[in-house]
Structures are given as C-alpha cells and as structure tokens.
C-alpha cells in the first residue's frame, strides 16, 4: 500500500518505518525542516532501539521517504496516518490544534479517495472534528471525494517501540466503514499473522480505550507508590509486599514497582485529558484526580529524603546523579521525575554531577537549560568523586550492577539514594553505605 505518515516524531517515524519495513511505500511528513534533513541524511533525531537501521534499510529499498510538503505524500496514498503531536492545553484538555491543521490541509490538497486515520492520542470525538474539517475544505473547493476517519490508536512504549509495533499485543481499529475497516485489517495483518490480534471496535471506543489504557497503567503505578509511602511508616518492606501481592495471578507483576513516579510524553497528559473528559461530561473523576496527586507528590519524594538527610540548605553539597530520562531505553525527559528532583536540590544551594546514556543533549537543551549548578560527565563513575551522595533516578542496565567498591572509595560520603529500588539485593548497608529506597524504612 502507498502509506503517508504526518509527524515523524517517537509515533510517526516509527510507525512509518515498521510499515515500510513490511514492504509498504511510505512517505513520512513533517513540518520541521531540521528534523527532515536530518531524516534525508541519515541522521535519526530521537533515540530508539534498532530504528536507525531499520529506517537506513528502507530508505536504501526506496520504501521509505521523507518530505516537509504533505501533498508529495497525498499523491498516491491508500492511507493517511495523523501522528502529530497532541500536548496537554492549558486547562488539561488535549491540545488538538496540529491534528486539525493536519486535517484541513488534507481537506485542501486531497484529489483522490483516502483514509485517514488518527493515530494521535486523541479525546473521544475527534474523529467526527477531523472528518468534518476535512469536509469543510472540501466544499470550500466545491469537489466531492469519498473519505473514511478511523481511530487507530498507538500502544507502542518508547525505547521498545520497534518491537512493540512489529509484535504488538493488540492493534485497535475503530472505524464505521467496512471497506475501511478492511483495508486497515489487510495493513495490519503481517504483523498480527501469529495469531489475529486486531481488535475492531466503533471510533468511539478506540478513542477512549487508549487513554483508559495509560489511565490503568498510572494507576497501578499511583497505588504500589502510595503503598510504598504507607510501608515505609510502618516498618514494612513494600519490595517484598510487591513480590507477595504480584504472585496472585489475578494481580500479577507488571507494572507494581514503586519508584519516582511516572513521567513521559503520555502518561501525565493523558490522565489529565481523561480527567479533563469526564469533568467536560458533569463526571467528577475522583480516582483518576488522585492517581495524578500522588504522582506529583511522588516525584519529589526523593529530594525530601534528601533534605531531612542532610537539612534544608543543601549549599556546599554535590550530589552525583544517576540518569535523567523518564525511564531506560529513551532520551525522552518530558515530564521526567529528575527535572523535578534537580530542580529542588539546585534551589537550595546543591551542586549537581549529572550522567545519562541518551538523554544529557535534552537536558542541556531543554529541559534543565540554564539552571546554575549542574555539570554532565561522560561516563557514571565520573561523576562521583567527592559527592555526597549518588542519587539513581533511572535504571538504565549500566546502572543496575555498578561497582560498590569503586563508588565507596571515591565518593566523599557513602550514601545512595536509590529512586527506583535496584539496590536493595546488595546488602549496602553491610558494605558500609548508608541506603535510602523507596518504601522501605532506612536503616543507617
Ligand atoms: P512528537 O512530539 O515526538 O512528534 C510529533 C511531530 O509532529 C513533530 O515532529 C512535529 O514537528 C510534527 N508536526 C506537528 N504539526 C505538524 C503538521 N501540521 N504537519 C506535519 N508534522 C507536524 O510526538 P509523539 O511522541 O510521536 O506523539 C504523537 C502522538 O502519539 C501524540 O498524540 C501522543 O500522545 C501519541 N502517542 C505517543 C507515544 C509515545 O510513546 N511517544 C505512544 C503512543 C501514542
């Protein structure tokens, strides 16, 4: 099939990708000269697991293209993928501004029958807004062409996302027309050929599965952190009431590890959308309202340890920091737990050694542009001579199995504090550090 992509970022660049890599011809359109160049090189503006190959093949077979003019991809396209972005607006609500410019300028350059389907996180109802965009252009030109919307929502996680979308746990259409609903089953079947995971449903209920979806998962997350907070009070040990709660099959593991809390581009947005969603509709969301609380509090649960360790004014104190993306396998920092804990301990007078595999570019960059008091080093172990304490907050593998040895003799003061509880299997106490986890009541 003959497939366009609009937005090429962490969504789009792979979808596209992955479809052309199952012998598609795709077109993959952004409005960021920069990014395209980029693409047009070689070059890979995000950070993904096996995505620069994969794109370097495709480009190489002629299967995959990049362009900033949509209507080089419309000419003959079966299908055009919205990926765009759709960020939090100012009151909550998903910002919907870039898919419908996207779906007016289909509207003012289509000459042929498409579908278009929004692959962007979009609040139930947007389908009907982009088809009647698209519409709305159309008549203006006085032409009638047949269109189809469909919702197919994106699972894909960052730092898997190729994996996800080439072995997906489910592919969710909604569409209400067959011919369309067909065409997509037939895009979608190389990748579900196992066994048949595609999962159709009406436009309406593909909207709201996926923020229902991320809503589930920050709340899983929510709850094992609240009851790591409640544990540490009173004396309980919550990485050993994970283990005991996970191993009844109607629980399970995933998805209960207590920690900083969640961050990225989805899981913050996307709550508050679904609470913004149900406030728009007269229903007060209460348990959705508090899974965004507690993260929030969560987030800064690390540098409160800190601070009752080692008293309100941190001048004078360097502290080696340990990843800075919101989870491994990313350069991705948006909403990320270490932009929150930085910030805190750069205010009151802290030195920051900070060390990330992927993501010190976005930091330097962007996210922690400009704040005083922070150096980047190239490798772990260099950020921690003299430090007062090494403080993880992103369980990269490099990170998991360090050399305690090393770290005690160059550190200025043994103290770990670990925002994801890797440590706790490695008896530190015993080695001599003094250990901070989440959930777990210190012992100095
Ligand atoms: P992103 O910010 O990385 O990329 C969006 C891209 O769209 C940017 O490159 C931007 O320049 C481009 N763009 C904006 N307006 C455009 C226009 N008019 N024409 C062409 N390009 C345009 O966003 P993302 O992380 O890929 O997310 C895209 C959507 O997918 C969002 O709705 C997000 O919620 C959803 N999603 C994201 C993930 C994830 O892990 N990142 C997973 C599932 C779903």
Not at 143 to 163: D, Q, R, T
Request: aromatic share 8%.
């Amino acid at each position: 099939m003959n497939l366009t992509v609009v937005g090429t970022g962490y969504v789009g660049l792979v979808s596209g990708t992955c479809f052309s890599e199952m012998g598609n011809n795709v077109t993959c359109i952004d409005v960021d000269k920069s990014k395209i160049e980029k693409l047009r090189k070689g070059i890979i503006p995000i950070f993904e697991p096996g995505l620069e190959a994969m794109v370097a093949k495709n480009v190489a077979n002629n299967c995959l293209h990049f362009s900033t003019e949509l209507k080089d991809g419309l000419k003959n396209a079966d299908i055009v993928f919205i990926a765009v972005g759709t960020p939090m607006g100012e009151d909550g609500s998903a910002d919907l501004q870039y898919v419908t410019s996207v779906a007016h300028q289909i509207g003012r350059e289509m000459d042929h029958s498409v579908i278009v389907v929004d692959k962007s996180t979009v609040p139930v109802g947007t389908a009907e807004k982009v088809r009647d965009a698209i519409q709305e252009e159309l008549d203006k030109r006085g032409v009638k062409i047949e269109f189809h919307v469909v919702s197919n929502p994106e699972f894909l996680k960052e730092g898997a996302a190729i994996e996800d979308f080439m072995k997906p746990d489910r592919v969710v259409i909604g569409a209400e027309n067959e011919i369309a609903m067909k065409v997509m089953r037939d895009l979608y079947h190389p990748f579900t050929h196992s066994h048949d995971r595609i999962i159709t449903m009406d436009i309406r209920s593909a909207e709201m599965t996926k923020y229902v979806a991320n809503a589930m998962l920050a709340t899983k997350i929510s709850f094992m952190n609240e009851v790591a907070n409640i544990c540490e009070l009173v004396g309980a040990d919550v990485n050993k009431v994970r283990i005991g709660i996970g191993s009844d099959s109607r629980i399970g593991y995933s998805f209960i590890y207590p920690g900083s809390g969640y961050g990225g581009s989805c899981f913050p947005k996307d709550v508050k959308a679904l609470k913004k969603i149900a406030q728009e509709n007269n229903y007060e969301p209460e348990l959705i309202k508090a899974v965004e609380e507690v993260n929030d509090r969560q987030k800064l649960v690390v540098a409160h340890k800190i601070i009752r360790r080692f008293g309100e004014d941190l001048s004078g104190k360097t502290f080696a920091v340990w990843g800075l993306a919101f989870k491994p396998g990313t350069d991705d920092m948006r909403e990320a737990p270490a932009i929150y804990i930085i910030k805190e301990l750069v205010k009151r007078g802290a030195t920051i050694k900070a060390y990330d595999p992927k993501a010190m570019d976005e930091s330097q960059h962007f996210y922690l542009k400009g704040v005083k008091g922070i150096s980047y080093l190239n490798s772990k172990y260099a950020c921690v001579p003299d430090a007062d304490a090494l403080i993880l907050l992103t369980e990269w593998k490099e990170f998991r199995s360090p050399d305690f040895g090393e770290l005690k003799e160059k550190m200025k003061l043994p103290i770990i504090f670990d925002g994801r509880n890797q440590y706790g299997v490695f008896n530190l106490e015993e080695k001599g550090f003094e250990y901070y986890q989440i959930g777990v009541k210190n012992v100095k």
